[in-house]
Structures are given as C-alpha cells and as structure tokens.
C-alpha cells in the first residue's frame, strides 16, 4: 500500500483518497466546512488548509489527494495564519447569536472557530443581513448564519435528486435559497440540517425545544421501513427531543428520511394507549395489570385463537410468541402484518432511488426467515384474535367476536379492540431487526417506557404463569 | 528604438477597415485559409502541435501557458469527443484587443480555430463573447457563415474527412467567466463559478469532456505559425520563450491610446508609453503604470525601463496578464483609483469561495472608510494583511487578482493613503 507523511506519522492510503480521510486515519483533525464524504467536493470554504512540500501554496486538503510519499505539514505557522484568515472572513458577516441558535453547542462554525480562529474581530463593518423564505414544514431558515458551503445544494442535486437549492446573485450578495423562493418539496428535508455547519438550517420540529449539549444520545436503528437506517435518538429524561441519522456506508451512508427521522413522534404522542384498557359501555375503561391479564387468560386459555403479528417486532419478541403459542395454544394460526398489499420480501422493493422502501415494517425479512405466514388480506374473520405489534404496523380490518392487542396504539388505531395491553416502541426496548438486505441490526433501549406499558416477553411470561403476579413497572 | 515596421507586425495593419471583415479580402491579402487548407491535407494533427511547440506561443489571455504544451494535454486516445473553446470574453479591465481581430479580421480567428480544433481532434468548436460584445457577436457569426457558404467549415472541409462546426456563444457579462473552467460553466448554462482544479480542462473540460481554451489572440496566430513556420514565428520574438508578436492595450493617460503591436520582448514599458503612444497626455509627469490589465500589481514611474514580457515583469513583481497597459499621470488620486479597481473586483466574485467573498467586500469597505476620512491608522495594515489572506488562498485567480493590486498600491504609494486617514486630504 503507498504512504505518505502526515504531521510526521507515516500513513497508508489507497488510490484517489483524499488528505482529509488519510489524515484522520493518523489521527489528524482538519478542520472542514464544504467537505462531506457523501458529497462531491468543491473547496470553496478553503478551511481545510494545509502545506504540501513541493507545493508553493496552501492547498485545501478536500481536493488534495494523497500520492506516495507526499509530505503534509497540517499545523505550520502558515497554515495556522490560513485558516485564521478564513475564519475571520467567515465570521465578518456571521451575527453573534450562538446563544439563541439551536445549532450551538454542535456547530461547525462554532466548534472551529474556538480552534483557529482569533477572539478578536477586527472588522467593524456592518454585517450582511437577508430576508429569509420559508422553507416549509421541515427545515428554519436562517440566511444571516449562512456560510454559503453549498452543502445543502449538492445534497439536494447529488442525493435528493431534486435541484432545490439554489445560489442566486453573486460575490458578497450571494443567496442560498430555493429555487423562486418555494418550499422544500424533498422527503429528506431533515438532512439538510444535518450537513448545514452552522445554524443556518435548523429543523422546526427540534426549534427552541433543547440545547444540544444536554442531549444524551444512543445509538440504535430506525423502525420506519425495512431499509433499517442507522441513527441515533436524542432524548433527555425519558423525553425523545429529535432522531439524526448515523453513518453506515452499507445501508443509510449519511442520510435518512423525513418519516424515519420523525417517526419516533408516535411513541410519545398524548393519545398513546399506556395503561391496560378494556371496553366498557360509552368508552374506555382503565385496568389493571392484573385483571388485564386474567381477563385475557379467561378469553383464550385452551383456545385457538388466530394470532395476528407485526412484522414491525423485533426477532427476540417474533421467536417469543412463536413459543408461547406451541407451548399453550399448539395449532393456532399466526400470521403476520403490516404494509397494506406487501406480503413478502420479494414484493419488497425500493420506493425512490435513495432510501426509502415499500415496506413500512422494519422486520419483515426477519418475520419471513422465522417462518411465519403472512395475512394475505386486508381484512381477518375470526372467533377471537389477539394482535401483537409496536405501532408501526398498519392494522388490518378484524372481523371477530373478540379482538385482544397487545402492544403500542394510538386512541385512533383501537376502535376495533375489545381490551388492550400497552407494550414498548421501538426506543423503548432493546432487540433485533433483520433489514431487506438481510442485515441484523440491534435496537437499543433509549428512554424507559412510558406509562405502565410492559414489554412483550413480560406480558407472555405473565400470560404462561398460572396465576398472574405482576410486578412494579420495569 | 523604432517603432516597430509593418513586417514585424501580423494584425495591426488589417485594423480600422470595415471591410476588411470580408472573405475576399482576408483571401487576397492575408492568404486567407490557406494554412488550414495545408494541414488538413498535408499535416498530421502531432505535425501541428509540434509546429506550434516550436513557435514558442505563449498564451495571451494573461495566464501565458504554452499554448502548444496546452494541446498536447487533450488525451489521443479518449472516446469522448473533444472540445476547443475560444476564450472571447476579454474581462480584463483595459484588454480590447480581441475586439480588434473580431471586429476587423474575424476570418483569422476562425481559420486558427479550424487549425486548432483539428489538431486536437475536436468536432465542434465554440466561441465564448463576451455580452458586452455584442456587435461582435454578430460580425463573427456573419464570418462563420461566410465559411460555411465557402466550405471552410462545415462538412468535409476542404474535401478531406474533416468536419467541423463552430458556435458563438454569448456570455451575460461577468468577470469571472474569463476564468477558463468559469466560461466551461457558463457555456453548459450552469453559474459562472470556476472549478476545482484537477482536473484540468485538458481531461475534464465542457460537457465533462478534454477541452482546450484559448484565447483569441492566440488562436488568430496559429494560421501565422503555419504560414512561416513555428522556428521563424519564435523568431519574432526578441526575447526567450516568447514567440510572435504582441498586441498592446495601451490606455490611460497617453497621448495616442489604441491598440499597438509589436514583436514580443522588443520593447520596454517606457518605450511602449513614450514611442507607441507618444507620451503622457498634455505632457504631465508620468506617476506609475498597470502593466497587465487592472490586476497586475502597480509599477512606478521608475519601475518603466523593464522589458515588457512575461519574465522581466514577473521579476519586478508584476505580470504581462492580457497586456493592457494603464498609464497614470501625476494628478490621479490612486486611492480612488484603488477603490475603483477593488470595487469591481468585490462586485464581480462569484461568491463561492470565502476569502473571495468576504475578503473582497472587506478590501472595499476599509478603502470606503480610508477615502472618506473614517478609517482608523492601523486600518491600512489590516487592509494590507485583509488582502495577503486572499492572495494565493482563493479557488481560482480572482483572489489574486483583487489582492495583488491592493498590496502593491499601498506599498508603493502608502503616504497618499496615510493622507486621507490623517484627515490632510478629502474625498472630493
């Protein structure tokens, strides 16, 4: 493999990497704006300095490839003085409002500034203002932050695929802004705040809600298709503040959907079922655990109930019930749901060029690999029907006497239930998803679970037990 | 030293006369197509390139690369096709000799086009014009008719294999779109915004396919070089590596501004000023020169006995550029002059990279301040040290071409900002 030197340390890299990879690689930060591994590399933030022996200028490391025996000094006097100069450019017209912006604490601009940049200004210029557009649901405009790294306009024309984002006018003047001032009409909106450096695009959904440093963050994968994107939940308490996508070159690279990304609504959303229900004349009619328990043992014990699954479980809670019905209701029917007219794998396919896939359950190969049948209508005529699922699963048409869900629904979903088990969401339990490329992927446990919501496997060991004991919630 | 004679020359004595725009005169009396006539039939696409190696040609829209080394960069054997652009945009404050050749001999341009564009293999040749030039424009679309009606573009020229079209292609007007891959963008309708480099045109150029930009003047020489040979157009030239003649912008305050020619390095800046141009308007003190187009870096009265070509100008710490010479007199105000030249420099970056940007701007603010007697002393060397954060630090040229002149007016003429900042001296 060829070498180069980095900062003294010797470096192996492959053909056509370039200076800011390699150097990384040494355990060398250089610091970028414009650069982004998922886009195309354009130098225009000319952050990313360094010095190149034979070369007589500056070079920016982003376009710079490494070539055997290339000799790179990422810390000299002048360098030092290059990206001094840029970060006073950059700051001239950038206002001084970190302590309102929700990007602070996570900004590029920030963080960097604090790294090369002076503590002093020395212009005393009026700065640069905009009128801002409104750029829809997803994402906040705020021009007077922008750095004009154009990030967001090769993610709209390279990734999205839609040419949204536009610089308009020129020099000192330049605009970043859609095209005629319109709203973003990409499903991927959410990204752009992800790769924006500084708080310039800032999503709405998270505006003004936390600052970035008191989030605690885990790791885990979205539930919103069989794509299984990898990402991380932000939450704070056992409030979930925003989900951002992680990078995972295999399935998500850099990015993730709108719906993925605000997916995780649903589980704190205030009509959330979260304690034991049962049907009552005029409504609704809290329980508890215990009588929600044994009223269902009285419904199906020694039954053979029809058992309808999402495929939006995970494989542990999937293997489960499938031993829970061999064990106390050999021979009865279980089938899975959950996109409407998707039954299998093979009808699984892409939904757009990017991300997003025709199924809407995270585990349906994983349901398919464990060898449950699918529900092959919309629609299920039964005795007595017990569903099981996390919420993601869109609910077929019951026709039965009696209709048992276990697990997360809104007020909305369970008119057609009879009694009702609140179970976890997908940030709520830990477990593993099995995604259309036939990956397993681990879902982690981000925030305690809400309400007295139980976890399957409790719900099924109480539903075993002779006599149900149910304990504290977990 | 004499003015330089007729022979000497190649353009000049075609100039000034409507009609020499026609076919038939560029036939009769610059034996007109017949060099391109000779290599097509005659020459092999490496015969060209060598002869033109050898003629030593610089290029003349101010970078001054070879041009000869610049051909021999487009791949041989790459399937894409193959692109040569002509450079028209002359952006360059003070340039208007590309408006000579266009206006006046169009049919040389087109002919060092066919020339050009058969020795690198491309089919289809474009002409980036500048807007501004619009008269222009019109001319040399006349002429390329007039050579699509007589075979000299076209289908099978000259009844050999070779075909070629040519198309005019008008800018919007912008600076930077004289900047090569600049023009690249806007001739494929994106923004005038320069590209990162590598890689270079030759690989990756219009439409992402080897290309070759050049300038007019260049390419006007080529049927030349054909004509007498590469060793006897190097010739010309009385100075190393340059070959040919160049044509001179001579502006400002001198008593005969035009457009003059002559031999390359034959001249010094003071002959050019006192002999070409007969000297300074109404006989004032000469007070310092731009060598190169307005972003070559100043040069005072005492700097002017250097010979004018690209090496003894770079050693004195300035450049030939697009060789337009702006001769300035004792009664200008050079911070003004300063703030006019950073002025358009700030108005004309594209805005994508920051040094450029924000720098630019910057550079023009403080000279704002420095001109109406609100900028604080330690503001000249920030402005000083604004602009050496630019210089060399910024995607393409235009950084270097906005800081360069800021660094070398205030060196050099440092008390005339000094007396505006102390308050001596007042905007007037």
Redesign the interface.
């Given at each position: 493999m060829p070498k180069c030197m980095i900062d003294g340390k010797e470096v192996e890299f492959t053909a056509g990497e370039n200076l800011v990879k390699v150097a990384k690689r040494a355990g060398v930060e250089i610091p970028v704006f414009c650069y982004h591994p998922g886009l195309s590399?354009?130098?225009?933030?000319?952050?990313c300095?360094v010095e190149v022996e034979k070369m007589p200028?500056?070079q920016t490391a982003c376009?710079t490839m490494a070539t055997e025996g290339m000799v790179v000094k990422t810390n000299s006097e002048n360098v030092k003085?290059?990206r001094a100069?840029?970060m006073?450019?950059?700051l001239?017209?950038h206002p001084l409002d970190c302590p309102i912006c929700d990007k602070a604490g996570e900004c590029d601009l920030q963080d960097n500034s604090y790294g090369y940049g002076s503590a002093y200004m020395?212009?005393s210029?009026e700065r640069r203002t905009y009128v801002d557009v409104n750029m829809g649901p997803v994402i906040q405009k705020n021009m007077n932050r922008c750095?004009?790294c154009?990030r967001c306009i090769r993610f709209g024309d390279e990734i999205a695929g839609i040419h949204e984002m536009v610089?308009i006018?020129?020099?000192?003047?330049?605009d970043i802004t859609t095209i005629d001032g319109k709203t973003l009409q990409t499903e991927y909106a959410g990204n752009y705040s992800d790769i924006c450096p500084t708080g310039s695009l800032t999503l709405k959904d998270f505006r003004f809600k936390k600052r970035a440093w008191m989030l605690k963050k885990t790791t885990t994968v979205c539930e919103g298709c069989s794509k299984g994107c990898n990402m991380e939940i932000q939450h704070e308490g056992d409030v979930i503040y925003r989900c951002v996508p992680l990078e995972n070159l295999d399935v998500n690279r850099y990015w993730m959907c709108d719906e993925g990304r605000f997916n995780y609504q649903h589980t704190q959303d205030p009509t959330r079922i979260i304690e034991p229900k049962v049907k009552a004349e005029g409504g609704w009619k809290t329980i508890s655990w215990e009588d929600g328990i044994l009223g269902i043992k009285e419904e199906i014990d020694g039954q053979k109930p029809t058992f309808l699954v999402g495929s939006d479980l995970t494989q542990e809670e999937l293997t489960h019930i499938k031993e829970y019905i061999a064990l106390q209701h050999p021979g009865a029917t279980i089938q899975h749901f959950g996109t409407p007219g998707l039954t299998s794998t093979q009808q699984d396919g892409a939904l757009d060029q990017i991300l997003r896939m025709k199924s809407k359950t995270s585990n349906l190969n994983g349901a398919e690999k464990l060898g449950i049948a699918p529900l092959m209508n919309d629609t299920i005529k039964a005795d007595t029907v017990v569903v099981m699922s996390a919420g993601r699963a869109k609910l077929p048409k019951i026709n039965a006497k009696r209709v048992i869900a276990v697990g997360v629904y809104l007020e909305g979903d369970a008119s057609q239930f009879d009694m009702i088990l609140p179970g976890l969401a997908f940030s709520e339990k830990d477990g593993t998803i099995v995604n259309h490329q036939g990956i397993e992927q681990k879902l982690k446990r981000a925030v305690l679970p809400r309400g007295k919501c139980k976890s399957l496997s409790e719900v099924l060991m109480l539903l075993t037990n002779k006599k149900a004991r149910v304990g504290a919630n977990p | 030293m004499s003015t330089p004679v007729a022979s000497d020359t190649l353009f000049v004595q075609h100039f000034w006369k409507d009609a020499n725009r026609n076919l038939s005169y560029y036939l009769e009396s610059m034996n007109g197509y017949q060099a391109a006539k000779r290599v097509l039939t005659e020459m092999t696409p490496d015969q060209v390139i060598d002869e033109v190696k050898k003629a030593n040609i610089r290029g003349r829209g101010g970078a001054g690369f070879p041009m000869g080394m610049k051909w021999s960069f487009i791949p041989k054997n790459s399937e894409k096709p193959k692109y040569l652009v002509c450079n028209a945009d002359e952006s360059e404050p003070g340039t208007c000799k590309d408006r000579q050749i266009m206006r006046y001999i169009p049919h040389v341009l087109i002919e060092g086009l066919v020339i050009g564009s058969y020795a690198i293999g491309c089919k289809h040749a474009y002409i980036y014009i500048r807007g501004e030039y619009a008269n222009e424009a019109k001319l040399l679309n006349a002429a390329i008719e007039e050579a699509y009606e007589k075979g000299y573009l076209g289908k099978n020229i000259f009844g050999t294999a070779y075909s070629l079209d040519v198309t005019v292609h008008r800018g919007a007007g912008?600076y930077?779109c004289g900047e090569e891959t600049g023009l690249l963008n806007s001739l494929e309708g994106k923004?005038g915004e320069p590209r990162?480099k590598p890689p270079f045109p030759a690989i990756s150029g219009a439409f992402s396919c080897p290309t070759a930009v050049n300038n007019v003047e260049s390419l006007a020489n080529v049927p030349h070089i054909i004509r007498m040979g590469g060793d006897a157009f190097a010739k010309l030239g009385k100075i190393d590596k340059s070959g040919g003649t160049r044509l001179l912008s001579l502006s400002g305050h001198v008593k005969k501004p035009g457009v003059y020619e002559a031999p390359a390095g034959s001249l010094t800046l003071r002959q050019i000023i006192y002999d070409l141009g007969g000297g300074i308007l109404n006989d004032k003190k000469l007070k310092a020169v731009i060598p190169g187009g307005s972003s070559a870096p100043i040069l005072t009265a005492d700097e002017i006995d250097v010979v004018y070509d690209v090496e003894p100008l770079m050693k004195v710490g300035t450049m030939m550029g697009s060789a337009a010479i702006m001769v300035i007199h004792e009664d200008t105000d050079l911070v003004k002059l300063l703030l006019r030249i950073t002025k358009f420099y700030?108005?004309?970056?594209?805005?994508?990279?920051?040094?450029c940007?924000?720098?630019?701007?910057?550079m023009e603010?403080i000279l704002h301040k420095i001109i109406h007697g609100e900028a604080k002393p330690t503001d000249l060397d920030?402005l000083v040290d604004v602009a050496q954060?630019i210089g060399?630090?910024?995607?393409c040229a235009l950084g270097d071409a906005a800081a360069g002149p800021v660094i070398s007016f205030v060196k050099k003429f440092r008390p005339e900002f000094e007396a505006y900042i102390k308050g001596q001296k007042r905007y007037a």
């Open positions: 590399v354009v130098a225009q933030c000319r952050m300095y200028k500056l376009s003085k290059g100069g840029t006073e450019f950059l001239l017209n020395r212009g210029e750095i004009h154009t610089a006018k020129r020099g000192n003047d330049i | 912008a930077i923004r990162v700030a108005h004309e970056s594209c805005g994508q990279c920051t040094p940007r924000e720098g630019c701007h910057w603010s920030l954060n060399g630090k910024t995607l």
